[in-house]
């Protein structure tokens, strides 16, 4: 009960209550005495209406009256002349005076609760004004115990009620709280408990029908989180059966580029000039494309190399790229604008570095050429102290917002039909492995221009390793 929500609900709302009713009590048990008082004050003065009548009277009678009016005395002030209507012998000396003519809220509270604790038996003196204009005053004197009686009696009461009304409010608060908070909460704890046995099954997914609105958005922020996780453990899943599809696929075509890798080798004997001119890029062609597949299986068995990092001349790579992809435009009207230091020598991967400016130089040409105008690719190289900077911009059409929102993962970054969606993921992972980065800088209807970023020191590379 208390570890529950409902049963703490319910402990609260009793104390709460029970709270509100002694705010309640207090004033309620001065009203009540002074009610009383006020009361006897009203029947001392009817008994004194007798010695008005009769100013002889009968002790038997007078004893009679001021038995019926519950007090010792009485005192009745007209005219200014204080006369003492009704008397007895006191029991005891008096106590105490209070005067009920003008009394405050806090002095009225302040006597009732002494009357409540007091313990002894008291004769206390009452003053009041009498009611329809019968006299200036009127003070009588009468035994407290009766009153302290009457006010513990009215005050236990008060009391019962009290509890009772707290236990009333408690237990249907108690249901509400079950009805429109619990019983929602264990329905959304027994759909995270039926989604966890089976995350892939889109029926496990939640279907909001609470009410209540915060428990609604609840209901509905969980939805969204099972349904993208629901589509990332599918997305794992054939990830994980494309990865080994390439695989294979990477296996053989790895034994099919080796024997083409042996014939380009007799060609390279060839006494052709055109031949001789153009077989060392093909060789170089093929040897990546080994390379490529080598480092894919190795990709599949989560051993991937890290970079052979050596010093290479970046202008050459940048040419070998260039040429590659002006083989691939054709005729298409595209030009290539090359600023880069004949001897700027970068230190990195040779392979790896030509794998991530093909991949961004090619991006670049199949978005010109997609547009059916003519366009430019540049590639801007320089250095600071601290880095190598590459960048590679283009007068393409810009990146859509889809692509901008998912750049970097894969299969959802693709812009091109048909494109994987890819190449970009492979580039900033092998610029990562260097301790660089690789960041989108800027694209618009103009163009687009990615930089790529190379640490000098090795301290970049330490860091990134660990």
Not at 8 to 29: N, Q
Not at 210 to 217: G, I, P, S
């Amino acid at each position: 009960m208390v570890n529950s929500l409902s049963g703490r609900f319910l402990i609260l709302t009793i104390i709460f209550v029970m709270i509100a009713e002694i705010f309640i009590f207090v004033p309620s048990v001065a009203r009540f005495r002074e009610d009383y008082l006020r009361a006897r004050l009203e029947r001392a003065q009817i008994a004194s209406l007798a010695v008005e009548v009769d100013a002889m009277i009968s002790p038997a009678l007078e004893a009679e009256l001021l038995e019926n009016a519950e007090v010792y005395n009485v005192v009745l002030r007209r005219d200014e002349i204080r006369q003492l209507a009704l008397s007895s012998k006191l029991p005891a000396p008096i106590a105490a005076t209070y005067d009920m003519r003008a009394p405050s809220g806090v002095t009225l509270i302040a006597d009732a609760l002494g009357t409540l604790v007091q313990k002894e038996d008291r004769i206390i003196r009452v003053i009041g004004n009498p009611v329809r204009d019968g006299g200036q005053l009127i003070e009588i004197t009468m035994d407290e115990r009766p009153m302290q009686a009457a006010m513990r009696e009215y005050g236990r009461n008060i009391l019962i009620l009290s509890a009772f009304i707290s236990v009333m409010t408690a237990g249907l608060l108690f249901l509400s709280v079950q009805i429109l908070l619990v019983r929602p909460i264990k329905g959304v704890v027994a759909h995270m408990q039926s989604y966890a046995k089976a995350p892939e099954d889109a029926r496990q997914i939640i279907t909001p029908t609470a009410r209540v609105r915060e428990l609604r958005d609840a209901e509905v922020a969980l939805q969204m989180m099972q349904t993208q996780l629901t589509g990332a453990l599918r997305q794992k899943e054939r990830l994980a059966q494309l990865g080994g599809a390439v695989a294979k696929v990477s296996h053989d075509l790895r034994n099919i580029m080796t024997s083409a890798q042996l014939f380009t080798d007799r060609i390279g004997g060839s006494d052709d000039p055109l031949v001789k001119r153009m077989a060392p890029k093909l060789v170089n062609s093929i040897t990546r494309a080994v390379n490529l597949c080598e480092t894919t299986l190795a990709f599949g068995r989560v051993d991937e190399p890290a970079p052979a990092l050596t010093r290479v001349n970046l202008s050459r790579i940048v040419e070998d790229v260039i040429d590659s992809e002006r083989l691939a435009a054709g005729d298409y009207p595209l030009s290539f604008a090359e600023d880069i230091p004949a001897t700027m020598t970068l230190r990195a991967d040779g392979e790896q570095l030509y794998r991530v400016i093909f991949n961004l130089v090619r991006n670049a040409r199949q978005a010109i050429m997609a547009t059916g105008e003519p366009g430019e690719i540049g590639l801007h190289a320089d250095e600071d102290e601290l880095i190598w900077r590459l960048t590679v911009r283009d007068t393409g059409p810009g990146m859509p917002q889809k692509a901008r929102e998912h750049l970097f993962q894969p299969f959802q970054g693709g812009v091109r039909k048909g494109g994987a969606g890819l190449g970009l993921v492979i580039a900033a992972d092998l610029i990562r492995g260097h301790g660089g980065r690789l960041e989108l800088r800027d694209t618009s209807a103009q163009g687009t221009t990615f930089v790529i970023q190379l640490p000098k020191a090795d301290l970049a590379l330490a860091d990134t390793a660990q």
